[in-house]
């Protein structure tokens, strides 16, 4: 059984900063890309970061400059680090780890670990 299991979520304070980490289990960790997703209460999920197995990245528009997504292929393990953080920024952030075969398309999530941010 594939395992994503993300952590480094909590309460943090605006302006403040996070790191949260998902490791996996069981995949060819290297050949996937490995995106963090987000969701609020009432709002659909939204992708926040994504990086491929080349190490490439991409970014929401409202975490640009703010977030980075790094991978770690030796740990199996993804990160994302979160600065600056503000009120909305607060939801559930999923890890996802995705790849493409000759035949089918493989996706994977993790269970989600909680961001708020608040004062």
């Known amino acids: 059984q594939v395992l994503v299991v993300e952590s480094g979520g909590g309460l943090v304070q605006p302006g403040g900063s996070l790191r949260l980490s998902c490791t996996t289990s069981?995949?060819?960790?290297?050949?996937?890309?490995m995106n963090w997703y987000r969701q609020a209460p009432g709002l659909q999920r939204e992708l926040v970061a994504g990086?491929?197995?080349?190490?490439?990245?991409n970014y929401a528009d409202s975490v640009k400059g703010r977030f980075t997504i790094s991978r770690d292929n030796a740990k199996n393990t993804v990160y994302l680090e979160m600065n600056s953080l503000k009120p909305e920024d607060s939801a559930v952030y999923f890890c996802?780890?995705?790849?493409?075969?000759?035949?089918?398309?493989?996706?994977?999530w993790g269970q989600g670990t909680q961001v708020t941010v608040s004062s």
């Open positions: 990086i491929t197995n080349e190490g490439n990245t």
């Open positions: 069981r995949i060819t960790f290297k050949i996937y890309a």
């Open positions: 996802n780890a995705n790849a493409v075969g000759a035949v089918n398309q493989y996706n994977y």
